[in-house]
């Protein structure tokens, strides 16, 4: 592997989203991430079998590209022994147990950290480590609910609305390998790893930047405003003859940029719109007026002419629309792996580029148990001993 992260050994005893995550981000910057899987089952994603590419499931290829893949039982003498081995020259591990649970197999952070003074231990958690949620469960769901992410998404008036993406479980993985790259640095001075710990709620917490600063300043608490921005306007999606398209008048003179490409300059003057606040008061009745414009026409003619005007606008997508778009394979954003499975299969690239050690995506997600013997073999274990572990349940090969 290359990449700035080239040398840096990472166990993964997490598993479903914002874990493996934090661990395909690491993989792709070049670390040896060694996912151990537990028997039976394996990941959790595993078993979210529709849709499947050659009966794998997509969602668990998606998210564990790069990684060796071995299976292990930790509730076996062998296969704990097997998981302290790989802990022994590991520069970090990640997990995301609940808290207790690997404290009572030894492999908690006092017991790891006293054994292993430099090993980086990385928890992801539902509501973090401390405090009076600490041993409930974490779900990327419940934690936008708790997290207030529900009431101010959506359209006004309408229910409570899921943000399309997992974004508390994908955030959390984000903080997570960041926390672990710091931690490296860190360790690089001291000569010591550390603790990193993030939740699922805080990760929702911190996308509330805009909506908590509002309530610290007014004590009211945001509601939903669909696509429109909670302080700037015109900055929202509006249909067209043939679909939708975004358009940010984030300051006052795309405002009136804005007006000259719909066909209505005079709305510059009109007393209800001439500032940013008189705008936001003004909403409900400026939308229809640039709505009944923008209908009139398809979306590609009114980007082009929102560009020429230095208007930032952009297409509403679909997926499909947006993997197809020449930027995006520009950027190298959908690359191509091979599987040992479904053979040849697109994948989702590094949103991270570097100049001088590029990251890169060089194989799929492993099958069940698929370098087992491999990394076995890594840690002296022989042909006899892989045997004797595959009988006993300790391991799958």
């Known amino acids: 592997m290359s990449g700035p992260l080239s040398g840096i050994k990472v166990v993964e005893l997490a ?144 229910p409570p609305v899921k943000s399309g993406t997992s974004i508390a479980d994908i955030n959390a993985g984000i903080f997570a390998a960041l926390g672990i790259v710091s931690a490296l640095v860190a360790r690089g001075v001291t000569g010591r790893g550390q603790m990193v710990e993030t939740s ?9 930047y805009w909506q908590s600063a509002i309530y610290f300043a007014t004590g009211v608490s945001p509601g939903p405003s669909g696509s429109a921005h909670i302080l700037t306007a015109p900055y929202q999606a509006f249909p067209t003859s043939d679909g939708w398209i975004n358009i940010g008048g984030a300051n006052q003179s795309n405002w009136e940029r804005i007006v000259k490409v719909i066909g209505r300059p005079e709305l510059a003057a009109d007393p209800r719109f001439l500032t940013n606040g008189d705008r936001m008061r003004n909403l409900a009745a400026l939308t229809p007026l640039i709505a009944e414009r923008l209908r009139a026409r398809p979306s590609a003619d009114w980007v082009r002419e929102f560009e020429a005007a230095g208007v930032p606008v952009g297409p ?48 799929g997600a492993p099958t069940f148990g698929q370098h087992t013997r491999e990394v076995l073999a890594g840690l002296g274990y022989s042909d006899a001993d892989v045997a004797r572990l595959i009988a006993e349940g300790a391991v799958a090969a």
């Open 316 to 363: 509403v997508n679909t997926i499909g629309q947006m993997l197809a778009d020449p930027q995006v394979a520009a950027r190298e954003m959908v690359v191509e792996v091979e599987h040992a499975k479904a053979g040849r299969m697109k994948a989702l690239g590094l949103p991270i580029k570097f100049s001088e050690t590029p990251g890169a995506v060089t194989r």
């Open 15 to 158: 598993q479903i989203m914002a874990g493996p995550t934090c661990g395909m981000l690491l993989a792709d910057m070049g670390a040896d991430v060694i996912k151990v899987e537990k028997i039976p089952g394996g990941d959790d994603t595993r078993s979210y079998s529709e849709p499947s590419i050659a009966g794998e499931s997509a969602a668990f290829m998606m998210l564990n590209r790069n990684k060796r893949g071995i299976a292990v039982n930790l509730k076996t003498p062998g296969g704990l022994e097997i998981v302290k081995k790989l802990l022994a020259d590991a520069d970090v591990v990640t997990e995301n147990y609940r808290k207790g649970t690997l404290e009572k197999l030894g492999l908690g952070y006092e017991t790891l950290s006293a054994l292993y003074p430099r090993l980086v231990y990385c928890a992801v958690s539902g509501y973090g480590r401390t405090g009076p949620y600490a041993d409930k469960g974490g779900f990327d769901l419940i934690a936008q609910g708790f997290a207030g992410l529900m009431s101010i998404t959506g359209e006004p008036g309408g």
């Open 200 to 208: 699922l709620m805080e990760a929702a917490i911190q996308q509330t």
